[in-house]
């Protein structure tokens, strides 16, 4: 199978880029860059998995998990899926090529105009959304519009038979009164000639069965992978993968970037470049910039600041009244199967309304024997939502729960509803270092007032379909909410001046805990500079700013990016 990546012993002492990371902000990065016709140097810390490895049975989901303790670490450190544990909130993640785009839903929504109108963003920005184009958006319009020409999201085709999932969405939205519908999604519905899209990456159609959330073994899902990553190798960038990025040095007009391989026998690696682009994520880019402050390199107070969960929560409805089908095929031949969907078919969107957003899931099938154990542990703190029913009921739906621990595909994981649900949070979380790696501290994130509202439509959708409610919001007596997020922005967030933030609207860091002067050839493009929660899926967002960041790159430095396409 042919690779992006090259092997390390390939790689070389200087580059004029480096870019970190190769999600939604290193691939954009690492694309525009290269098609300015600049020596472009990507690094991940992760491995190259491309569509038919990923994981789809418990032992390799088992081996491919890592969880990253405050004592300690447990796992892999490439791992794909990697769980940062923390008292307040925790962070899920992917470690690869690609970043966390190759297991999240690809939802791909853009953040309501009146969110960008808020003074937490800097005047430029403000600015170009109230300015210069036909569109709620601005000028801001525009960047939207390249990275939607790149990932390409589209809904659920009417063509497709609807899901069991999308039907109850439906019938939760007409209860509540609230607006359901199709939502766009970065996931290929087509067939390419000879197989291979635009960039020349291979790519088929959606084949609906649900395990988005492991990666896409069928190569359906529009990743970086499949866009701005091959773009980027088409346009000359070198990409390097088991490298992790460990800090930054600054040596006159060059930068050090000082690097250890991620193998079974650590190698320390020294690169210099005369510009670096952060694109390691919210932790990863937090955490490199606090390691380089550390060793001397001068950055605001405001590094690690504004951490948002972007408000999310996990909930379900378990073992429910009717059939819902959300558990992907797995290792399971696809010959005559119902199908499950994509993770995310539709939504429930009562952001105008409400501030929030409810979005279906589907669990992969490779999880589901563990699933159908945390499910059915969860239950006994569920509520209850059926109300008083006779013995026969309570034993079938008894019954139903063994039958899943048995058979996950069937009984009572077979009949839950998944929902990750989006609100408005107060970005106040912190992160900061502790024996060398990254934490987040945010006392009583859990009991805020806006997940009473997740938990009282949430129960109530639990009413409609029967079952019981189960999410992980504890009890407002637990000291430790263990809220789940998959959306972390901020540490390093847009700002005027340093006193208010860490880089100013282009993604430039400040050299100084005050004024407005930046260092000269370091930029940060990713969820890291996002200055309070957007209330969405920001993966079109993060994509959108990298995109003008790179922009005002090229325009500073002279440079003229080619976006023309096909370009395979």
């Given amino acids: 199978m042919a690779r992006l990546s090259s092997p390390l012993r390939q790689i070389g002492k200087h580059y004029e880029i480096v870019v970190v990371g190769s999600g939604y902000g290193g691939g954009v990065a690492a694309s525009r860059l290269a098609r300015a016709g600049r020596q472009v140097c990507l690094l991940e810390r992760g491995r190259e998995m491309q569509p038919s490895e990923y994981p789809n049975n418990p032992w390799k989901m088992a081996t491919e998990t890592q969880l990253d303790l405050p004592q300690r670490h447990i796992g892999s450190e490439i791992g794909l899926f990697d769980l940062r544990i923390n008292d307040d909130i925790n962070v899920f993640q992917a470690c690869g090529l690609g970043g966390t785009s190759l297991i999240n839903g690809g939802v791909s929504l853009r953040v309501l105009p009146r969110i960008l109108d808020d003074d937490r963003w800097p005047e430029a920005i403000r600015h170009e959304v109230n300015n210069g184009a036909d569109s709620p958006f601005g000028l801001l319009d525009h960047y939207y519009g390249l990275a939607e020409e790149m990932l390409q999201p589209r809904t659920w085709p009417e063509s497709y038979p609807i899901t069991k999932k999308m039907e109850a969405m439906q019938q939760i939205a007409a209860a509540q009164k609230l607006p359901w519908a ?26 609906a069965c649900g395990d988005c959330a492991a990666g896409c073994n069928h190569g359906a899902k529009n990743t970086p992978l499949a866009n701005y990553l091959p773009d980027a190798k088409n346009h000359g960038a070198e990409i390097y993968t088991g490298l992790a990025v460990k800090y930054l040095e600054q040596k006159g007009d060059q930068w050090v970037v000082h690097c250890r391989t991620t193998d079974h026998s650590p190698t320390e690696v020294t690169i210099t470049a005369d510009k670096v682009v952060l694109g390691a994520g919210t932790l990863g880019t937090n955490e490199i910039l606090m390691r380089s402050r550390e060793r001397g390199l001068p950055l605001s107070d405001s590094l690690g600041s504004m951490f948002s969960g972007n408000g999310d929560v996990v909930g379900w409805s378990y073992n429910t009244n009717q059939t819902i089908n959300n558990i992907g095929f797995g290792n399971r031949s696809p010959e005559g199967r119902t199908p499950v969907g994509t993770f995310a078919g539709s939504i429930i969107d009562a952001r105008e ?20 154990a945390i499910l059915a542990l969860l239950n006994m703190q569920g509520v209850d939502t059926r109300g008083p029913r006779g013995f026969s009921e309570k034993l079938g739906e008894s019954l139903r729960i063994l039958s899943s ?49 997740t938990r009282a439509t949430l129960t109530e959708a639990t009413k409609l379909l029967g079952g019981s409610f189960l999410t992980d919001l504890r009890g407002k007596d637990k000291k430790s909410q263990g809220l789940l997020t998959g959306h972390p922005t901020g540490g390093a967030i847009m700002s005027e001046t340093a006193e208010t933030g860490v880089t100013n609207h282009k993604g430039q860091p400040y050299r100084s805990t005050s004024g407005a002067e930046t260092h000269k050839g370091l930029y940060c493009m990713d969820a890291a500079i996002i200055p309070r929660c957007i209330g969405v899926n920001p993966l079109l967002t993060i994509s959108a700013l990298a995109e003008r960041c790179c922009e005002h790159m090229a325009k500073d430095e002279g440079w003229k990016i080619d976006y023309a396409l096909p370009a395979a």
């Fill in 182 to 207: 199709r939502v766009p999604i970065n996931v290929n519905f087509e067939t390419f000639r000879n197989g291979l899209n635009r960039f020349g990456a291979p790519q088929k159609p959606c084949i």
């Fill in 405 to 453: 621990l048995v058979n996950p595909f069937s009984g009572a994981t077979a009949r839950s509803q998944a929902y990750l649900v989006v609100n408005q949070d107060d970005g106040k979380g912190m992160m900061h270092l502790k024996n060398d790696r990254i934490r987040i501290s945010w006392p009583n994130i859990g009991r805020a007032p806006i997940f009473d509202q």
């Fill in 353 to 372: 309304e409400h501030d929030f957003l409810i979005i279906e899931g589907s669990l992969p099938g490779g999880m589901a024997y563990g699933i159908a």
